[in-house]
């Protein structure tokens, strides 16, 4: 079996979704166990980030790229009831759906348009999802038309990658469209305290307009 360090490598250098999904079908029974002995803090510290400006009682909460469902379970301890999930791989889904965080849950590719209403979610996060070899800057213009105005976003993106990844023009795109505003920015962090050195993020909350 391929070591975490193999398999986050074979996902970033992915060529296409299907690829992506295959790679994640394999990973899905160590995953948890992979990341978590690595110090993988990006769920918790995303849910954090959500709770800040989003209170569990103002709607339904998209977790996109929702994996295992960390997020979801730290989002559920927060007592946020109205999770659904959506995930490429349906083996992470299956894991996900054993946690018992989410109402719903859907295999969905956030390169294309998402299987939800315009505007029905009062906020989203998403995770660990805009690496290399995973979701395009696209995804963020398909979160932003599913998430209701005054809603709000948590995402985070790789400080080395995001700009080759071409995430700069979307996010200018999307602010000066009126479509929403960046009103975080955290400092650059290491996603894994016990590992990945050199992995830099930096989280990001916006809110629709």
């Not at 985070?156 to 200018?172: H, K, R, S, Y």
């Amino acid at each position: 079996m391929a070591t975490k360090t193999e398999e986050l490598d074979d996902v970033y250098g992915a060529k296409s979704p299907d690829e992506t999904r295959r790679i994640y079908n394999r990973w899905s029974e160590s995953y948890d166990a992979d990341n978590l002995s690595r110090g993988f803090r990006l769920p918790p510290v995303g849910a954090g980030l959500l709770a800040r400006h989003l209170g569990p009682a103002d709607g339904p909460v998209l977790d996109a790229g929702c994996g295992t469902g960390l997020a979801g379970e730290a989002l559920k301890i927060l007592g946020y009831e109205r999770l659904i999930g959506c995930d490429l791989s349906p083996d992470m889904l299956s894991a996900a759906q054993r946690t018992g965080a989410y109402a719903e849950l859907h295999e969905a590719d956030l390169g294309k348009p998402l299987p939800f209403a315009a505007d029905h979610f009062a906020g989203f996060i998403c995770v660990g999802s805009f690496g290399p070899g995973h979701a395009p800057p696209i995804s963020l213009v398909h979160l932003a038309h599913v998430t209701r105005s005054g809603g709000y976003g948590v995402f985070n993106l790789i400080e080395a990658t995001f700009a080759d990844q071409g995430f700069p023009p979307v996010m200018a795109g999307l602010e000066s469209s009126g479509a929403w505003e960046i009103v975080q920015r955290t400092e650059p962090f290491l996603p894994f305290l016990l590992g990945e050195p050199d992995l830099w993020t930096r989280a990001y909350v916006v809110r629709m307009r």
